[in-house]
């Protein structure tokens, strides 16, 4: 049974930076997967924030492409996100979750219970 | 465009039929992804592929497209699929993916 563990902080200083880990069991980082974060501001819906593959290779979302950074550590068999120069905006619940890859379509078949992330002073 | 569009509310009497759609250029090329998620929990897969379920979900859900429009359907609606569904797909450069802004259903 996969599972995908977040850990972090809760609560970010506006200008600083977010910093979230997903601890993958079950499985190996190294398979051939994207694994995904994906936030949801309280009371909306959700937005994908960027992927990487077991690789390296990263796609971000461009509305948030200059400030985010997604690494994996193989020997730990995690990946993290990193969004700098935080708002307000930016708080929201994170997920990290894997995508099972199929053609023509990329099903996020495990994700992790979420991790409420509050920017504030 | 690399927008889904969906409708932000929907309703259903229990046991009927219901259908939420999910509208964007890009799924002409790629198939929509669809999502489930109750109050306080993480989103579930649904529905991926043509119509593709995961093991769990019940076969009342069902998915289909037909030129830009993607259609989730649950045939015979229950109480505890009252939820938020969301739909998600590749954008057109295929390297960046999109939720649509998601449909509440209701089940009466």
């Known amino acids: 049974q996969v599972q995908l563990q977040q850990s972090g902080p809760g609560l970010v200083k506006p200008s600083g930076t977010l910093s979230l880990t997903c601890a993958v069991s079950?499985?190996?980082?190294?398979?051939?997967?994207?694994w995904n974060w994906v936030r949801q501001p309280p009371g909306k819906g959700l937005e994908w924030i960027g992927e990487?593959?077991?690789?390296?290779?990263?796609n971000y979302n461009p509305s948030l492409k200059s400030r985010v950074t997604i690494s994996v550590d193989k020997s730990k068999n995690q990946f993290s996100l990193r969004l700098t120069s935080v708002t307000a905006a930016d708080t929201a619940v994170y997920y990290c979750?894997?995508?099972?890859?199929?053609?023509?379509?990329?099903?996020?078949?495990?994700w992790s219970q979420g991790t409420r992330v509050t920017v504030s002073s | 465009s690399s927008e889904l569009t969906q409708d932000p509310a929907v309703s259903v009497a229990l046991g009927q039929t219901v259908t939420i759609t999910c509208q964007g250029d890009?799924?002409?090329?790629?198939?929509a992804t669809w999502y489930q998620q109750r109050p306080g929990q993480a989103p579930a897969l649904v529905i991926y592929?043509?119509?593709n379920r995961p093991s769990g979900i019940p076969d009342r859900f069902s998915g289909a497209t037909s030129g830009n429009t993607a259609s989730l359907t649950i045939t015979g609606a229950q109480a505890e699929d009252e939820a938020d569904y969301y739909c998600?797909?590749?954008?057109?450069?295929?390297?960046?993916?999109?939720f649509g802004g998601g449909t509440k259903l209701t089940v009466l």
């Open positions: 592929g043509k119509s």
């Open positions: 990487i593959y077991y690789n390296g290779n990263t």
């Open positions: 079950g499985d190996s980082i190294n398979s051939s997967y994207w």
């Open positions: 979750a894997r995508d099972l890859v199929v053609p023509s379509t990329d099903p996020f078949d495990y």
């Open positions: 890009s799924l002409r090329d790629y198939h």
């Open positions: 998600k797909s590749r954008d057109f450069s295929g390297s960046h993916l999109v």
